[in-house]
């Protein structure tokens, strides 16, 4: 079964038209959330880690937040440089050391400038 | 620290050939993942060390596929004999709290 869904798949915006994705997780005990980005022909660069819900981190436009159920990346006035797929993971709680991720599929996000 | 180091970045190679791919996590880490992405699949953890010893194959899809450490400094992911549906990109990924480091990644095509 699906452990991290992110919806939705592709997004494309005006640049400063502000927005959010969701990541969702079925896992239960949660022991950390991250998230990541991923641009064209790269590896995936890491953005924040979340551990408990109502835990908010900020990095320039992006905050993301953590609900019980979800999270959510909002984005405040993008700019084209925000640019990439966004991925969700969550730290699988049968894995050993508590280091194994899952991701989800990753949300594709195009800011037009 | 020059992050993650993987090679080669491209390989191009023929049905039955054998594959090997190479990383050198960031000094200091413990942890190494080896990850494969496709469009269909996303990002799947075939298997990760911890101390250079294999801690969770489960994702190795089958016997073709193999992974070794030899040390905290280097590790191969080989496939032998190379099939079509191998064609992805394989990363290599380290750690040492939670927070995983991704290299820059193998884009493998057989052809």
């Known amino acids: 079964e699906d452990q991290v869904t992110q919806s939705p798949e592709a997004l494309r915006l005006q640049e400063g038209e502000s927005s959010s994705l969701n990541c969702s997780y079925t896992?239960?005990?949660?022991?950390?959330l991250f998230w990541y980005r991923q641009d064209p022909g790269k590896g995936p660069e890491f953005l924040f880690t979340?551990?408990?819900a109502g835990e908010e981190k900020e990095k320039e436009r992006l905050k993301a937040t953590l609900t019980k159920k979800e999270s959510f990346l909002h984005i405040t006035a993008p700019k084209p440089e925000d640019s990439a797929t966004y991925l969700c993971a969550v730290q699988d709680p049968a894995g050993q050391g508590a280091q194994k991720l899952v991701f989800g599929q990753g949300t594709r996000l195009t800011i037009n400038p | 620290d020059a992050g993650v180091i993987q090679s080669p970045r491209h390989e191009v190679t023929e049905m039955g050939q054998e594959v090997t791919l190479r990383c050198k996590p960031i000094s200091g880490h413990d942890y190494l993942f080896w990850y494969r992405q496709t469009m269909m699949r996303g990002l799947e953890l075939l298997i990760y060390f911890n101390n250079n010893v294999p801690i969770d194959d489960s994702g190795m899809p089958e016997d073709r596929f193999s992974a070794k450490m030899p040390n905290a400094s280097f590790s191969t992911l080989k496939i032998q004999p190379s099939e079509p549906r191998d064609s992805a990109v394989y990363f290599c990924a380290s750690s040492y709290q939670p927070t995983l480091f991704f290299g820059p990644g193998t884009r493998l095509t057989v052809l």
């Open positions: 979340l551990y408990s």
């Open positions: 896992v239960s005990g949660l022991r950390g």
